[in-house]
């Protein structure tokens, strides 16, 4: 009996227990190695090992049950093909069961066979088949062979690429992560390294200390800006404004009015709508104000 270490994951072995237990217990008559087949699976295996004496083969998932030859005994109806060179790499599968009319039916399954009978999403576009034996054992020799090294590399060029992004993944959540830093701590950093007198060795980095030369004192001052607010309401009888944290004040004479509130509402209402000047403020819309004391 084969033993759970002999073949891949796919290889289910409690299931395969059962079903050589069965088959023994009834005398199944076709085998291959220790593995309970379909006679026309044994048929198709016995003459493509004649013309490839380096075939290994692994017990496949796919089953039939043989209700005509004995109620509940399952086989294998299909074996998974490797060679001797590279007994664990599987090139391909040979079917043979029973089909319509109980006439036998051949399947050749290949990567290398591209059946235009079928889209290419479909689970028969890599399939041959046909009722009559030689047909099968020469789709078998003309498909299913063993892969060369360059035809393995980029069968295998995604699991490289996945294992290399593994290798790289702490790294890049690092990066990410512990290197995301604030744009006000950017700010910071960048302006001790221009005070410092330090060179940079990257583009963006050159770029960024060309502008804080230029424009560093005032983004400083602009990131630090927090002045304190008045609001202005200019009604057609009155003017009520209201300082941060203070009263509403209302004017019924313009003389009234502070002197600086009278000046910045006197340059914002020429400004446009949503465009802040600094130490001025912003017009709202043509009577309101926010203004920037």
Known sequence: ????????SD??????VEWYGKAKEQEHKSWINEIPVHRYLLQ??????????????HPSTYSVNLHWESVGLKTYDTIHIA???????????IVGLTGDNNEPHFKVISERICNEKYSDYNKEYHTKS???LPLAVKNALQFIKPFDLDY?????????????????????DTLYYKFDADRRELFKEVSNMVNAGYTPSTPKFVQMMEIFKVEGEMMKELLAYKPRKCFVWAKPDRV??????????VAFN?????????????VLQIAEKASPIKDVGVKVSESTYWLFV
């Open 130 to 132: 046909t009722k009559k």
């Open 44 to 57: 198709f295996y016995n003459e493509f090992k004649h013309k490839r004496p380096d075939v290994i083969v």
């Open 83 to 93: 060679f001797k060179e590279a007994p664990d790499v599987v090139v391909g599968s």
């Open 152 to 172: 393995m590399a980029k069968k295998e060029s995604s699991s490289a690429s996945y294992a290399i992004d593994n290798l790289k993944e702490k790294a890049n």
């Open 1 to 8: 009996m084969l033993t759970r270490d002999n073949f891949g």
């Open 11 to 16: 290889f289910h072995h409690d299931e395969y």
């Open 240 to 249: 009520e404004y209201r300082y941060d944290d203070e009263q509403v004040v």
């Open 254 to 266: 313009i003389g009234e009015v502070p002197e600086d509130i009278r000046n910045k509402v006197a």
